[in-house]
């Protein structure tokens, strides 16, 4: 079994449960396990980083340091974490005053941080980890003739590409499709989900959201994978704001590791579908007999 | 009154203008092309007062006025899509990050405008508590900026609340003197380099 270390970020504990519930569960029907780190705090996200970058920057080290005396990969399913620990990471490697300043830090708390945690995201993990093919032998339920739009959001890939390209990343594509999704073309991928303006500047924030939605279904779309847990929420709960102001119908929008776990016989309820807003049953109806 | 469209020697500041290019990811600023590729790659630009290609050039000639008190800075999401596509190697993103930090700084923002409220509140529950207790921190942004909004917010809640990701508690570590301690240490640095 292999094992990694988990950072969850604080959506995965509200909003984003079912993200956190169907990960789990599909990874250790995979044999593989997570294990949270003890006492990790905010990555220090984008709010943050537009008011005090220095302080976003100390606050994510402390994750990375209470993370190497672990030794294993650090795995996040959120975006903006997965972007924030990764820059702090850069800019302590490429930057002698963010080096003092933080250890210095970090020092009175009696942590100290050297440089070599590995931070994953978990669609890299589930890919290029645990891998396609193994994943494939354990499909048992493939939802055969489900259109679903790969939607990656911005975080993931930019600025920094580390296991996938800047602007049409495809490892979600290959993980739906061995799920016995058909994929559709969505060239909206990795545009912008809005952020938080979906709830500060709605007339912008729910707008962009709507040419999402609308694109997924002109491309025959009846679903929508995401792997972050804000573009899930700006996707899929502001549905009925937006189809009060704009033609749309419904769209469910999950994460892919709902869509895998189905596809490898995991119940609907233990990856969190009945925490869906948006009707999943489109989902739920193509998932095929047993294949034997 | 009518305000003057047009700029002159006169509304430029320079020390603004040196500023920007110590900005680090704006060093190749002052050789950006205007070619607007990242106007054209922001999904934002359309509902901006002023192009993010406007916005870079009004910022490297000093016009601090004009951008600080921009919308375009605080519309920006971070998403990348102009950084990544800059021909002349300008981290756009770390440029409005910039901004925004200095527009907070100087108070140069709309009082009640929703976004630096949320980065306000949002660094206020971290320090605090360690982690963000999602539900909170929309009540808390509401009720800055416009309490009425917090009724039509209720449906949404109710949503969340049938489905279970609603949270009633308060996320936090265990060791918040952690907290403290990392942020005395960088205010300590700061002193430092300010004497």
């Not at chain 1, 970058?53 to 100390?58: H, K, L, N, V, Y």
């Not at chain 1, 419904?250 to 807003?277: C, D, E, M, N």
């Not at chain 2, 508590?129 to 909170?136: A, H, K, L, Q, T």
Request: proline share 5%; net charge positive.
């Amino acid at each position: 079994m292999s094992r990694y270390l988990y950072y969850p970020g604080c959506s995965l504990k509200g909003t984003g449960k079912q993200y956190e519930e169907s990960l789990i569960a599909v990874l250790e029907s995979l044999d593989a396990q997570l294990d949270e780190l003890e006492d990790w705090n905010c990555c220090g996200a984008t709010a943050y980083m537009s008011i005090d970058e220095d302080e976003a920057i100390a606050l994510a080290s402390r994750n990375l340091a209470l993370a190497e005396c672990d030794h294993r990969d650090l795995v996040t399913p959120c975006n903006a974490c997965y972007l924030v620990l990764n820059k702090a990471q850069r800019q302590l490697a490429a930057d002698a005053k963010t080096r003092r300043r933080v250890s210095r830090a970090l020092h009175d708390t009696g942590l100290e941080y050297k440089g070599t945690v590995n931070v994953r995201h978990a669609l890299d993990v589930l890919v290029n980890d645990i891998g396609l093919e193994t994943i494939a032998k354990k499909v048992t339920k493939p939802l055969k003739g489900l259109k679903v739009a790969p939607y990656y959001g911005c975080q993931i890939v930019r600025p920094y590409a580390t296991f996938d390209s800047q602007l049409n990343p495809v490892t979600m594509d290959n993980i739906l499709r061995t799920a016995g999704a058909e994929v559709v073309d969505y060239p909206f991928k990795t545009r912008c989900c809005g952020g938080s303006q979906t709830g500060t500047i709605p007339e912008v924030g729910l707008h962009l959201v709507y040419m999402l939605l609308k694109e997924a279904q002109a491309r025959g779309a009846a679903a929508v994978a995401t792997i972050c847990p804000l573009c899930q929420f700006n996707l899929e709960i502001y549905q009925d704001k937006i189809a009060s102001k704009y033609e749309l119908d419904p769209l469910p929008i999950v994460y892919f590791t709902q869509i895998v776990g189905l596809a490898l016989g995991l119940p609907a309820k233990g990856l969190g579908l009945h925490r869906s807003v948006v009707p999943v049953e489109p989902i739920l109806e193509r998932r095929t007999a047993d294949v034997v | 009154m009518m305000e003057p469209t047009t700029r002159t020697e006169a509304d430029r500041d320079s020390k603004f203008a040196r500023w920007i290019g110590e900005v680090p990811g704006a060093e190749t600023i002052r050789q950006c092309i205007h070619c607007g590729v990242c106007s054209g790659s922001c999904p934002l630009s359309v509902y901006m007062d002023r192009s993010p290609r406007q916005l870079m050039y009004l910022a490297k000639d000093g016009f601090k006025i004009d951008v600080l008190s921009s919308f375009t800075i605080w519309l920006c999401t971070s998403c990348y899509a102009c950084t990544v596509k800059c021909p002349r190697g300008i981290q756009v993103t770390e440029v409005m990050y910039a901004l925004k930090r200095r527009a907070i700084e100087e108070g140069a923002y709309p009082k009640r405008f929703p976004i630096p409220v949320l980065a306000r509140e949002f660094r206020k529950m971290v320090r605090k508590n360690g982690r963000i207790s999602e539900s909170r921190l929309v009540f808390q942004l509401m009720l800055r900026t416009n309490a009425l909004k917090l009724l039509g917010l209720t449906s949404l809640g109710l949503k969340l609340i049938r489905t279970g990701r609603f949270s009633f508690g308060i996320e936090k570590i265990k060791r918040t003197e952690d907290l403290k301690t990392i942020l005395e240490a960088l205010e300590r640095d700061r002193e430092e380099v300010a004497a």
